[in-house]
């Protein structure tokens, strides 16, 4: 066997990315980004209301999270489900008690099947995020343009309509998109999403097809319970260093190079149980205590980002 | 397939020629950052697929790009707190996509090796001219792009095929990252020529102890201590090497850079360390060790 001779040819070979989605850029040549009230380090907690159906597919990939066991698997089911009914009434308990606004990315199902949520996070005055249909239905390259096309306008409707909020943010379920996610998200008004995690700071996004551009927000696939507690089976103390060396290195560095942002990544099923939430606690009350800290939503961070 | 090829002779860790690095020192020392490109929509090698999701894996793909718009000038930034010069694993492309940081790495007298064209473009199944091309291409853009004409090599992701090393001598490259036997250098048998091993790491490497021990950063930082003191120990018998290899992509998150730095503090504070690049290794020990050491190989072969 040999390779065929376009193995070693390179197309795009060329000045700045190998794609046209984004624009190569360093983060420290840029301008300095400035937060309200000369806040250093713009704090965004999310935390994910997810729904994993018993019955989801397994192609492409199985969203982190999903189903294990064969069916019916009821183990995993209500173990996730824990964290909608358990878990996120404890976060957001420890957030009301330091007066921390978040987004929460939420799958358009989990709006259907618990009103109950959704009026709550508008009584918090927090911010949803679209997370597609649910946990089953996932984008990915390959996968049919209209059906795409339907799953996005589903979760963006339904959670427009049932909250009433603007929904301006997109979290594709597992993080993942096809080829045209950004095309459809734009389309439906969508003006930032949170899968591509290639910085910091915000940067621009151009949606295929000369559809428009929208923002890349810098949601951490790194300090999030689920990479840390569940993937690297890190402990709470460790987990609680990692947040505060994350924090300590981003302060230090906004001295120079002007504001950034903190993003922190929680999942209710995770955080959210008895033996844990504690340290959600002491991790919060050490940053906020910490000087020169906003905490926000992620409309909230990228509105200030725009502004200058 | 072969059971071995051989590439190296059994070689027992004791009683070895001593090795004594320049100004006496125990331990040779060098910081390897891989400096990567990773393609959105790479062809497929039957061997190997490059992203672990239907194209395009845009949450892995920007993974790995956070270390070149991000992590490389964190990484950087304290490397030249501690004097420290890089020994870059390059993706070539990539002197091409990111000029400016080839830059930065020129003025700063870094040394730059290959690591193929693209990180998602692998070795395997490739025939000789395929192989070698690559290899030309390597030492024609870094020369026209840095001055330097590189003798490194690491093969992209690590794929191989069995003529890579023969070629490696044919093409006067010096030494070779991609062997883990020993803590020394040390002769590769090549068909014509002279090759060396050079002592890389896949266990104080970045990748390896957060993606597969999934370690804490705090750990990593010890765990380079550690090793470091081990190696200055046995230094002190005849001269030891330790690379610490990273990947900006992980190593240069805010959470991670304490650790190294306090790691790179450790080492560097150290009397009898000498703080080098791969090549100057490799130059040294040509210049003093290689016809000793060949010699003592062949001498104790078979016990």
């Known amino acids: 066997m040999t390779l065929p001779k376009e193995y070693l040819e390179y197309p795009m070979r060329r000045y700045g990315m190998d794609q046209d989605i984004y624009e190569w850029s360093i983060l420290f040549k840029r301008p300095k980004a400035k937060w309200p009230n000369g806040a250093r380090v713009a704090l965004w907690i999310t935390t994910d209301l997810e729904f994993f159906p018993l019955d989801h597919p397994t192609k492409p990939f199985k969203a982190p999270g999903g189903m294990v066991t064969p069916y019916p698997d009821l183990r995993h089911f209500t173990t996730r489900d824990y964290g909608n009914r358990v878990g996120i009434q404890r976060i957001w308990k420890v957030l009301d008690k330091h007066k921390i606004k978040s987004s929460v990315a939420m799958n358009s199902k989990v709006a259907e099947r618990y009103p109950y949520l959704v009026k709550k996070i508008n009584e918090r005055g927090d911010e949803i995020i679209a997370m597609g249909v649910d946990q089953g239905k996932l984008h990915y390259g390959g996968m049919d343009d209209a059906v795409e096309a339907a799953q996005v306008k589903e979760s963006v409707e339904t959670l427009r309509k049932l909250s009433g909020q603007p929904v301006a943010g997109w979290l594709s379920p597992a993080k993942s998109e096809s080829w045209k996610t950004l095309k459809h998200v734009k ?86 149980l008895h033996y844990r939430i504690k340290y959600l606690d002491q991790a919060l009350g050490w940053l906020m205590k910490q000087k020169h800290v906003w905490p926000a939503t992620g409309a909230e961070i990228l509105a200030a980002f725009k502004s200058q | ?278 090549r100057e290794i490799a130059e040294y020990y040509f210049e003093n060790y290689y016809d000793t050491c060949a010699a003592d190989i062949a001498a104790r072969k078979g016990g």
């Open chain 1, 187 to 272: 389309a439906n008004g969508i003006d930032y999403v949170c899968d591509w995690v290639a910085d910091d700071m915000p940067f621009e996004l151009n949606a295929p097809d000369g559809a428009g551009k929208l923002w890349a927000m810098p949601h951490s696939s790194e300090i999030s319970d689920r990479k840390i507690i569940i993937d690297n089976k890190h402990s709470e103390d460790e987990f609680i260093e990692q947040i505060k060396d994350q924090f300590t290195g981003l302060y230090k560095e906004s001295a120079k190079h002007g504001g950034r942002i903190m993003s922190i990544a929680l999942t209710p099923y995770v955080t959210g």
């Open chain 2, 1 to 278: 397939m072969k059971p071995d090829l051989e590439l190296y002779d059994y070689w027992p860790y004791e009683k070895r020629p001593k090795i004594e690095w320049p100004n006496g020192a125990k331990v040779a020392f060098w910081v390897a950052p891989n400096i990567e490109f990773y393609e959105i929509n790479p062809p497929i090698n039957p061997k190997r697929n490059p992203w672990p999701r239907p194209f395009p894996d845009v949450n892995l793909y920007s993974n790995r790009d956070y270390g070149n718009r991000v992590g490389h000038w964190r990484m950087m930034e304290v490397m030249d707190k501690y004097n420290v010069r890089g020994s870059i694993s390059l993706s070539v492309a990539l002197i091409e996509h990111h000029p400016e940081i080839i830059k930065e790495c020129v003025d700063r007298n870094w040394e730059f090796f290959s690591h193929g064209i693209y990180n998602t473009r692998y070795s395997y199944e490739m025939n000789e001219a395929q192989e070698r091309a690559i290899m030309e291409d390597s030492i024609e853009t870094v020369q026209k792009a840095t001055g330097q004409r590189i003798v490194g090599w690491l093969a992209p992701a690590l794929t191989h095929t069995e003529r890579t090393m023969d070629l490696l001598a044919e093409y006067q490259f010096l030494y070779t990252c991609d062997l883990f036997q020993d803590d020394q250098p040390q002769p590769v048998n090549v068909k014509s020529g002279r090759l060396i091993s050079m002592p890389y790491s896949l266990e104080i490497n970045d990748i390896i102890v957060y993606n597969s021990y999934l370690a804490t950063p705090r750990r990593y930082g010890q765990m380079i201590k550690d090793q470091f003191d081990q190696l200055y120990e046995e230094g002190k018998e005849s001269g030891t090497v330790m690379c610490i290899p990273l990947h900006a992509y992980a190593v240069g998150h805010p959470h991670r850079m304490a650790a190294f730095e306090e790691a790179l503090d450790y080492i560097t504070s150290k009397e009898g360390v000498w703080v080098t690049t791969a």
